[in-house]
């Protein structure tokens, strides 16, 4: 039998595969899209998300990211990250690189979507496969935690992601983050010539009207060969429980609040290996503590940093106290990094 089955083959199965092999496990992702898969996202890769990666043995090229850079108007402030580097990184390249990796540890990936789920006490069953446990590490809209009654109320405000990549020099090692009362556009440097823009807001409206939001930036932008635009949301999604029976949530399936603080890969990398590790310990019922605890800080900053940034009158002070309190801002982006 299977010890363990990995529904989704994103960054967050993809950690949960190469953990388990690690710990010799025999693990099998199911996922329905060729590598590599893209998605919109920031691709930004926090300090701690490049090391947890590096610890897994997955080594990826990308642009240094040495901090964060608020910008409205002429008005900015930054902060730079403490020790480590983080690194702006294509998402089709951090796929190639967690695939690789799994598939030289023997993981098995193998087509399919897992949308139903059966289980009783001592296996869980999905796809054809028969395995001891399965992690849930199916995205967003996840349809294991939606198949298992999971979906928790996704919340009155809604939020919505685009992203699209500019043929054009960076012109900074920062991630710079563009407010507005809008929303927010994420500039991060992906290579030489390459950086991706994306922008989040309630509005569910095209890319360039989104971008004209952000005057300066557009301006910047324009003319610049520009790739498509990929769009994700809504954003917020509440899971009632990180746990059922057999099945673990991880990543973006086990609750996700925004994009805000970019830390995304490094909770879908942390998360994944929490349940891996609570698995081989023979305790599945620590997960769903050890799942609060690693996702506690980024869960209070960010709903915090959120219910200032969706009132006009809030959003417009942001930039202006980060420039003010400069010692705090850094505070606030170490604690994320």
């Known amino acids: 039998m299977i010890d363990l089955l990995i529904a989704g083959g994103g960054p967050a199965g993809l950690a949960a595969a190469i953990r388990s092999a690690s710990l010799g496990m025999e693990a099998v992702v199911v996922e329905p899209r060729t590598a590599p898969v893209d998605k919109a996202c920031g691709e930004g890769i926090m300090p701690s998300g490049v090391a947890a990666l590096r610890a897994l043995g997955v080594e990826v090229s990308g642009h240094p990211l040495r901090g964060i850079r608020y910008v409205e108007g002429a008005r900015s402030a930054m902060a730079a990250f403490r020790g ?108 030489d010539d390459l950086v991706g823009v994306a922008v989040l807001s309630g509005e569910r409206r095209a890319y360039e009207s989104q971008l004209a939001a952000f005057p300066r930036l557009a301006s910047m932008l324009l003319g610049r060969e520009a790739g498509a635009v990929r769009g994700a949301g809504p954003l917020r999604q509440r899971a009632r429980a990180q746990r059922a029976g057999r099945v673990l949530l991880a990543g973006d399936a086990a609750g996700y609040v925004d994009a805000l603080t970019g830390e995304g890969v490094a909770l879908a990398v942390a998360t994944a290996g929490a349940a891996v590790e609570s698995l081989a ?25 959120l219910s200032v940034a969706r009132r006009p009158a809030t959003a417009r002070l942001i930039v202006p106290a980060a420039h003010r309190a400069p010692a705090l801002f850094g505070a606030a982006v170490r604690a994320l990094q």
């Open 281 to 305: 310990a023979g305790r599945p019922q620590d997960y769903p503590a050890r799942w609060a605890r690693l996702t506690l800080r980024h869960r209070l900053l960010t709903a915090g940093l």
């Open 84 to 191: 480590r580097a983080g690194l702006g990184v294509r998402r089709t390249d951090l796929h190639t690189a967690l695939h690789t990796r799994a598939v030289e540890l023997g993981v098995r990936i193998v087509p399919g979507k897992v949308a139903e789920v059966r289980q009783d006490h001592d296996r869980v069953g999905a796809c054809g496969l028969t395995a001891r446990w399965l992690i849930a590490a199916d995205g967003l809209h996840s349809p294991v935690r939606r198949a298992l009654g999971l979906d928790g109320p996704g919340g009155a405000v809604r939020r919505y992601g685009l992203r699209r990549h500019y043929r054009v020099a960076p012109w900074t090692e920062f991630v710079e983050v563009h407010w507005s009362r809008h929303g927010e556009a994420y500039v991060t440097p992906l290579g």
